[in-house]
């Protein structure tokens, strides 16, 4: 397996610590092997230094994003290609807000899901016995032909 995502001028990033935690941010300037400087100024993050542990990197690269770009020539090159719209389709993010709707849930909306897991497997139960029913008739058959027999 190749490794595809490799820090960059232009890397579209997740912050996955500190305050701003879960926002994202196009990485700017490299300033050495465990610090980049980063900004997102549409989605609210300002131009800071981070550590790169601190960000987890997306397969998403912004186009014409260049070493030490100011602010305006990222927000254009961010409207232009939009990378943040094509991260929220992504699995990741659509686990992330999976997660935030669960955490969401009210005590009685649990109960509810709870409810509605039990009927959806009695639904899952009956229909898989319906199923090994009707198929036990065709092994049966084939067994009394001496189609199945192990060697």
């Known amino acids: 397996m190749v490794l595809g995502k490799f820090v960059e001028v232009g890397r579209v990033v ?27 100024p549409t989605t609210g993050v300002q131009r800071q230094v981070i550590p790169i542990r601190r960000l987890t990197l997306t397969k998403f690269n912004l186009k014409g994003a260049t070493r030490g770009a100011r602010t305006g020539v990222i927000t254009k090159a961010i409207k232009k290609s ?37 009927r959806r497997s009695a639904l899952l139960s009956t229909q898989l016995k319906v199923l090994r029913k009707n198929n036990a008739g065709g092994k049966a058959a084939a067994q009394a032909k001496g189609g199945n027999k192990k060697k």
């Open 14 to 40: 997740k912050i996955n610590y500190g305050p701003q935690e879960g926002k994202l941010a196009t990485i700017i300037e490299i300033l050495n092997d465990k610090r980049v400087l980063i900004d997102g």
């Open 82 to 118: 939009d990378p943040f719209a094509q991260y929220q389709n992504t699995i990741a993010a659509k686990k992330v807000a999976k997660k935030a709707l669960r955490a969401k849930l009210t005590d009685f909306d649990r109960f509810r899901v709870m409810i509605l897991r039990k």
